[in-house]
């Protein structure tokens, strides 16, 4: 009988072994941490005597396994993957898992930057036209947490992880995007060449049935569309495109055989910035491509407001605006909250070092950035980088919140306060999320 081992005990994780046990199929659940909350974990488990594998890996834990269900956050290097890879099982990542189970057609979304607001948008405007929508993947819920809900004639939103597409074997999306490709988890894919070619995997599948949009300001994506064997949808910020979509003064427009009209005026949303517009196009290209009627898609962007974490506006106090802009975890996205700002800012930033350069980021605060707090493992980094350029408007905080009243008492009237960290959550917080959060509370706390 075929058996599957699923890697990691984490939310990915139960949602697998939820799902092979709703299917029936036999498996073990392997962690390599020993001390473990079983409790916790079984609790979350549909079976409640599930068969488990804690810490070392030995010839026994992978014996009579068929098929390895591996979580995003193990790396392919670990002792566990190494050791089955060794043994010559497929690793699917628990996307594969779901995929072959999907019922609907698929968009699958992946990116460095702006998957979540694009996903976030292309969902709601596909829901809006079709009841039968699923959103999963690293937005909401693990696919495999939604997937045997899945319904003929239903679709499913994907936002997916450059994690998640390194052990992607059959996933074949109808409508495709890759948003961008810019430096992060460098820590992991070790060149900026295996992290595109990680990222461009999502289309390898797709053939001329299909459709991956691209973002045409992108060299790596370009270049990318001209030797897909699905169709390629471009988009641009910065320039006129003959066939696709494109944005200009205040306006995006839809370029069909080198004829343009005007789609939609940005003034009509509810985003603002010039990377949340590339977002806009991006999910108009995904949809139309999927067959929803243009007015069905206008409306929805119309209704859609930014997601939690993201830019997101917290509150006004003492003439000071504070944003919250947590998921900005690496330096492109950092970048275009900062340009995102109308006026002065005081920031926030610092975390988890994933071996990101931040010299291009930190080129923009002269003029822009009032002061600069620095929290966590990278500030030493961060600071260095000010030094090279002779900015020295910084300081450290030891705590979130610290930084927090730092900024409140360093903005002057009109200024905006930023938390956007350039880096990942991780060793003083669980998430970007618990981080977001924590960022708001304290910023409240101020009135």
């Known amino acids: 009988m075929e058996k599957y081992l699923i890697v990691g005990a984490g939310r990915s994780g139960i949602c697998s072994a939820n799902m ?12 390599a941490n020993v001390n473990l909350d079983k409790e916790m974990l079984i609790d979350r488990l549909d079976n409640k005597n599930p068969e488990l594998v804690l810490g070392e890996v030995t010839d026994s834990t992978l014996e009579g396994i068929s098929i390895c269900v591996t979580s995003p956050g193990v790396p392919l290097e670990t002792p566990i993957l190494t ?21 609907g057609r698929v968009i699958g979304i992946t990116g460095t ?92 599948n797709q053939d001329e049935t299909d459709f991956c949009v691209l973002n045409y300001e992108d ?11 699905c169709n390629a949808v471009f988009f641009s910020s910065l320039r006129e495109l003959s066939d696709g979509l494109y944005y200009k003064d205040g306006v995006i427009y839809l370029a069909e055989g080198g004829e343009s009209t005007p789609y939609i005026r ?4 509810n985003l603002v910035g010039l990377h949340n517009f590339e977002n806009i196009m991006a999910a108009v290209a995904m949809t139309r491509s999927f067959g929803v009627p243009d007015e069905v898609i206008k409306q929805a962007v119309r209704d859609f407001v930014a997601v939690e974490h993201r830019i997101e506006f917290v509150a006004e106090i003492k003439g000071v605006k504070y944003y919250n802009d947590s998921k900005g975890t690496n330096t492109d996205a950092a970048i275009k909250a900062i340009d995102a700002m109308p006026s002065k800012t005081v920031l926030i930033a610092g975390g988890y ?34 030094d090279k350029i002779g900015f020295k408007d910084y300081c450290f905080a030891e705590t979130l919140e610290e930084a927090v009243k730092i900024c409140a008492e360093s903005a002057e009237e009109g200024d905006c306060c930023l ?16 981080r977001g959060t924590m960022f708001k509370e304290y910023v409240k706390a101020l009135k």
């Open 20 to 31: 092979l046990e709703a299917l029936g199929k036999s498996y073990a659940i392997y962690d």
């Open 83 to 103: 050791a089955v890879q060794n043994k010559n099982i497929p690793i699917w990542s628990e996307i594969e898992l779901a995929y072959l189970y999907d019922k």
């Open 113 to 204: 930057n702006g998957k979540t607001t694009t996903t976030s948008l292309t969902y709601e405007i596909v829901k809006k036209w079709n009841e039968k929508t699923l959103l999963v993947g690293n937005i909401e819920i693990p696919y495999t947490g939604l997937a045997l809900e899945s319904v003929e004639g239903g679709a499913t939103v994907a936002e997916i992880s450059s994690f998640q597409l390194e052990t992607m074997l059959t996933f074949k999306p109808k409508v495709s995007a890759i948003l961008n490709i810019t430096p992060d988890h460098l820590d992991r894919h070790k060149t900026m060449e295996n992290y595109a070619d990680v990222k461009k995997s999502i289309a390898k």
């Open 219 to 229: 060299d790596v994506l370009r270049e990318f569309g001209k030797d897909l064997k």
């Open 266 to 269: 940005t003034d009509e949303t």
């Open 353 to 386: 070092d994933k071996k990101s350069e931040y010299d291009e980021w930190v080129s923009r605060f002269p003029g822009k950035v009032r002061k600069l707090v620095l929290i966590g493992q990278t500030r030493e980094n961060i600071a260095a980088a000010c």
């Open 419 to 434: 938390l956007s960290p350039a880096c990942a959550s991780w060793g003083m917080f669980k998430n970007y999320q618990q």
